[in-house]
């Protein structure tokens, strides 16, 4: 190769480099301005005790008093350990409920009629309700002196219910009937892997005599493997991380912390200035779900992958 | 389902039992999923004395009234609408285009250090939104940004997420590989072979990403909520918020005025989707397993 060559070769190496950063800078930036640098700022924060986002941080005591104070201080403990109490106790519920019930809604539509298209976009619409709209009708029928839903208790002979300012464990499970309203979601997810299923394989059981529910184990399930883990990973991730729904559903966390979800809990903590205790709390999440991931991951093995035996 | 059922007469009996329930099955559910739309449509209309008594009729009995609408229009909710349109058009530009360019580079410019950036970028996706938020809000805070729609416009135009560039990246893979050749014989540089031959043929992901993100910055409700605390440029959603839910005792003056707030917020996002219902509806489809 002559000099003149390498040269050229060195210099078109450069243009396309450079080429590859303009077209990237956008993305780097934001990946180290919005994420890298804010994670390590708050793991720092997470380790001064009481730091508030504004006095320097010498301020403060360094340790894991941020960590400790979710289980040892008076109060704190105690929105702690509810707040966890009811976030993981409706993720293992609701998750696997709100997987069986749009899964059978997607079987129930997937078949061959013209009327499928207007049934599955008609069980999709509540999906796209705005999160304050939605405030704005569930505190309605949920109304604990008119509501709807009073009327229809009133029809059964039941006390009127208070709802979502329930004191006890009433509050979430109004927030889980009124989160039913969005099954549609992932029915759309299921319907989709559902048509991927290939028809030799229903012709085939068919001719082998196998019954509906026979096949739905045997074919449908497997088959759907790469689906269930997707949704079941994004399902209990999106569910420990509710904010904004609890939030306007009752911006104090309900009556005595009853719709106190970890994630408001955090929101609530940087509201009042708990710059460091919020950090802490953040963290103890992301090692769950971290930890959570991993241990779903395991699952990967059952998981069968369309032309990889 | 019941199709041309009567059509063929012979038909055994337990078939058209099954083809009866199923429709009933089928029309039951949609009246559920229509259960919040039916009441805020129907409750509207409403007098406001209605609306705030226990009744379970949908047509009102004190007649029609159709103020509660222009109620709801009032000159505060059309300068929330206006502060949304601002944020809207930020998003809806700033994250498809920045999110394109960077997954034209992943795919096409071979460019050093692109392994280490992506994946660095992919482990990002699992991170919990709140991890991050407080250090970005005190950096807005720093910037003099607080109170300012800067903080949900500005963002929007810094990589748009990375499971929209992932996204975009499957959809430039699929694309034949000929044009690009045949394009740079002619001599085209990268830019223009970005802007002329592959952004045109990817128009259907972009403007998935631009729908989605129209969705997004519609619903968004925190990031207003962080970084605004002036009525003047409240986000439709924590404008209404504010005005509805903040007194307790302003919640319970006017559920006919709130309903028809609901409808009118919910009236562009309902348009949106109706426009992009297929590419929407094969969105959920294509980002829900790629595994």
Redesign the interface.
Known sequence: MTVSGRKTKIVKELKTNLIGYVLILPLLVGLVVFTLYPLIVSLVNSFYLGYDGFAPRSEFTFGWGNYLRAFTEEYESTVFAKSVTITFTYAAVMVPLGMILSFALSLFLNRKSKSVGAFRLLYYLPCLIPGIVNTIVWRYAFNGSYGLFNLMRQWFGLAPSQFFDEPNAKAVVTFAVMNLFGTGGSMLMWLAGLKSIPSAYYEAARLEGSGYFRTLIKITVPLMTPYIFYQLITNVIGTLQICDAAYMISSTGGVENNLMFYGLYIFRNFQSSNYGYAAALAYMLFVVIALLSAALFRFNKYVYYEGDD | ?A?NVAAKPPLKKKKIIIAIVTWI??IA??A??????V??LC?SVFTTAES?????GLIPRDGFYFRSYIEALDAEFLRYLGNTVIVIGANIIGKPL??A??A???VK????G?KL?FN??MC?I??????????????FVDLGWNNTLLPLTV?A???GG?IN?FLIMQFIRSLPKDMDEAAIIDGAN??QL?FRITFPLILPVISLVAVQSF?LA??D??GP?MYLDNNELFT??VG??NK???FASA??TQ?NV??A??VL??IP??CV?MLF?KQL??G??FT??K?
């Open positions: 389902m199709l099955v089928a559910l949609a559920f999923f229509l259960f919040p739309f009441i805020m409750r705030l008594s226990m009744s379970a920045t999110a360019m960077a034209y580079a992943f410019v071979k460019f050093r692109r950036i660095v970028a990002t699992m991170l919990p939104a709140i991890l991050t938020m407080i250090p970005v809000y005190k950096i963002p135009f810094f990589g990375f560039i990268v830019f970005m969705f519609w619903n409700f925190i909520l439709l959603s209404i918020y509805f839910f903040t919640a319970d559920p709130q309903m707030t609901g917020v919910m996002p309902m989707f219902q509806i094969e959920v489809a829900g397993v595994a």
